[in-house]
């Protein structure tokens, strides 16, 4: 157990609705991460947030967006919904908001299915 | 292009045997590289990172070296048991912000009895 939790763990949902994914940090790390992995492709970076604040941002189609609370708890916002989104979506935690030795701890991820 | 490639996509091995996985990686600048283990279905969990100026780092039963001249990396699996049936993802890092971490497509690893 890495110490960050997400809910939920399965969503099912039809194109063109919105969802909103829920992720909590372990405790102590400001920086949360967001990751897309469709079937069999490697982990894409989404976006990152460091102590409230957005602080890189990758491949996240403008459809999507994402916040940190002041609890340092995350959302990820999914809306107009394609097929293509069906995804598992991870979230990673760090102590850190930058490079170097920081090691990013993932939690189990919600699976979204988008019919 | 910064780039990771992992080789091979995927590997079938009969448990108790020992395997090597590869990656290589363009990659500039280098901070450090990391290797993953990642079940089905569930979050990668750290194995090992190591920096410009570590060439091997163990953890159980798990080695990983690097050769930042070569820009190659390889993680090898001794003694192999059924609960290492994962995929293994390659990520290096250039430093500065999340943006700067490039991940590996992952070698699918299936371990046989």
């Known amino acids: 157990d890495s110490g960050v939790t997400q809910t939920p763990k399965h969503l099912i949902t039809a194109t063109g609705q919105r969802v909103t994914l829920r992720c909590s940090p372990r405790?102590?790390?400001?920086?949360v991460y967001w990751y897309q992995q469709s079937l069999d492709q490697g982990l894409q970076f989404l976006i990152q947030?460091?102590?409230?604040?957005?602080?890189a941002k990758g491949n996240i189609l403008e459809r999507f967006s994402a916040q940190q609370f002041p609890d340092l708890h995350s959302e990820l916002n999914l809306s107009s919904l394609e097929l293509g989104d069906s995804a598992l979506y991870f979230c990673?935690?760090?102590?850190?908001?930058?490079?170097?030795?920081?090691?990013?701890?993932f939690g189990p991820g919600t699976r979204l299915t988008v019919l | 292009k910064n780039q990771v490639e992992q080789s091979p996509q995927s590997l079938i091995i009969l448990e108790g045997k020992n395997c090597t996985l590869q990656?290589?990686?363009?990659?500039?600048?280098?901070?450090?590289l990391r290797w993953y283990k990642q079940d089905t279905g569930r979050g990668p969990v750290s194995l090992t990172i190591m920096t410009f100026s570590e060439n091997t780092k163990s953890n159980g039963r798990y080695t990983a070296t690097l050769d930042a001249d070569t820009k190659q990396s390889s993680l090898h699996i001794t003694a192999s048991q059924l609960s290492d049936s994962a995929s293994y993802i390659c990520v290096v890092s250039a430093g500065g912000s999340q943006g700067n971490l490039i991940f590996g497509k992952g070698t699918k690893l299936s371990v046989k009895p």
């Open positions: 947030y460091y102590n409230g604040e957005e602080r």
């Open positions: 405790s102590g790390d400001l920086s």
């Open positions: 990673a935690s760090s102590v850190y908001g930058t490079g170097g030795y920081n090691e990013q701890f």
């Open positions: 990656c290589n990686y363009t990659v500039s600048p280098f901070s450090n």
